[in-house]
């Protein structure tokens, strides 16, 4: 399965989320198929994740790496230094997607709103000489796109966001699906947390899958890409097998209305929560 983003560009409807990935897993997950990797300058592991991909055989068009511009380097020049850094750590002359990872360097800076539209300014170059192949937004609710919309001249293609059954974010993913704007979601399965909830794990006994499995079948059934990170190959086997699962309407209904379970505490425009 596969979205199309609204410049045309085709990719997976799961990927590979690198976060605290071991290069070994990195490996896994290329043997296992996923042609998409979610990583970011932040990460500190570009350079693992392309030196798994140059020895992966694989030629360059056939996989997908996605990465973004830490809140630290927001701005016109700052951005064009992260990304060549990006590009070099990486080993690659061009990235298929670059976001920018959070919306404002603190919640002190009053700048942010001219630092955001900076950085996008430079991407849109980077875009146009054909070093990006779409563009995009992470951590960025609608009050942050609305600011990159109002100017842009290339439209966000991708809205990454902490996503999962529990956790929606309905608004905001609403608000991307109006604009054509394909939502990715990061945690999709909450990081665990939401393995133990009683109707997940009812979901998983009716349709014999793993509650993992209904986590991303979920996302699916929401048109929402997820970018699973995980350690061993039977895992990365299962994340992938979910593609194959579709939900039944009156089920994806409960799970899009159960209570709340549990978030990571990030919030771009508050402290980070403290999660008990
Ligand atoms: N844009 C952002 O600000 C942002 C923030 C956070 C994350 N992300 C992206 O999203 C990706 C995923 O998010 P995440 O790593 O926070 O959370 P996640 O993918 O929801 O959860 C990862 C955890 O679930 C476990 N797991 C994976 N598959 C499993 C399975 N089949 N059965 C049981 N447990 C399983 C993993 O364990 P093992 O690894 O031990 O197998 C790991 O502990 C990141 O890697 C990153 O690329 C982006």
Redesign the pocket.
Known sequence: MQFTLNNGLVIPAVGF?????SGEAMSLAVDAGYRYF?TAEFYGNEGMLGEVLRKSGLRREDYMIAS?VWKEHLGYSATLEAFSRTLEALGTNYIDVYLI?WPRPDLVREDWRELDRETWRAMEELYSAGKIRALGL??FLPNHAENIIEVCRVMPAIA?LEF?AGHMQACAVRYYRERKIQVQA???????RV?GDELIRELAAKYGV?P?QVCLAFCLAEGVMS??????RE?LR??LEALSLRLEGEDVMCLENMPPLGWSGEHPDRERVKIV
């Open positions: 989320g690198t976060y605290k990935a979610d973004k990872h992470s951590n990454q999962h990061w945690s999709p399965i909450g990081r665990g393995l793993s993992v970018l699973p990170k995980a350690s061993s895992r299962e994340n």
